[in-house]
């Protein structure tokens, strides 16, 4: 499902998959980390794209620099925030979407969160397993626009407890949902992520016309 594109990023080239809808409003979805097997195929973004798509969302994924067919080397998160932004403006400025989101889970939430700290335009921010137990996250002062977070009580890589923390000491208010027996895969849990994504969806963007 979806068009394979091609997104240039200054000198490099990203393969990504674009999935264009009814509605006229989009969202860039991240993946996990690419030195440890993440793509743009994994499990989660797929469902992640699945729970946006079928509430009318124009979806867009892409395999970060270095990530299988993009050209380019990982850098560690820094070269990777310049992808999303490549993403981002291809919705805007080559396809004319004036509301577009930020998903991205594991690794790619990370990224999008410095992006966001960074006050990137978004409309919104939505977080699936940000790595706190993995990653650091002490650097990031704000998180504005972050509507949803979601993370499993069995996730040892995003834990439940470090998240709250962050939560505080960011000053949001925020959908913060655990799923209960899921680890940071979400083993036997992606139709429950999906649903919480699906009633966030619902609740947040369709009630008022527009």
């Known amino acids: 499902m979806g068009l394979h594109i091609t997104i240039e990023c200054n000198n490099i080239k990203l393969e990504a998959i674009l999935n264009e809808n009814s509605l006229q409003k989009a969202v860039v ?5 690419p030195l440890y097997g993440g793509n743009m195929d994994n499990a989660v973004v797929m469902s992640i794209e699945k ?6 969302f124009t979806t867009l994924r892409f395999n970060f620099r270095g990530t299988c067919n993009s050209t380019g080397m990982f850098d560690d998160g820094n070269g990777e925030q310049d992808d999303i932004l490549a993403a981002l403006s291809f919705l805007e400025k080559k396809k004319g979407y004036d509301r577009i989101l930020l998903a991205g889970y594991s690794f790619g939430a990370s990224i999008n969160a410095r992006l966001v700290a960074k006050g990137c ?10 790595p706190v137990g993995f990653m650091n996250f002490e650097d990031i002062e704000k998180m504005p626009h972050t509507g949803l977070i979601v993370t499993g009580d069995n ?5 439940s407890n470090l998240i709250l923390e962050h939560i505080a000491r960011w000053g949001i208010k925020v959908q913060y949902k655990t799923i209960k027996n899921c680890d940071h895969f979400y083993s036997n849990s992606l139709g429950k992520l999906e649903n919480i994504i699906d009633l966030y969806l619902k609740e947040s963007f369709f009630e008022i016309p527009f």
Do not use: L
């Not at 729970?51 to 009318?56: I, L, Q, R, S, T």
């Open 155 to 159: 996730d040892e890589i995003a834990p």
């Open 51 to 56: 729970a946006f798509f079928e509430k009318g």
């Open 121 to 130: 335009k978004i409309d919104d921010h939505i977080m699936i397993s940000p």
């Open 29 to 33: 979805i991240t993946h996990p980390h």
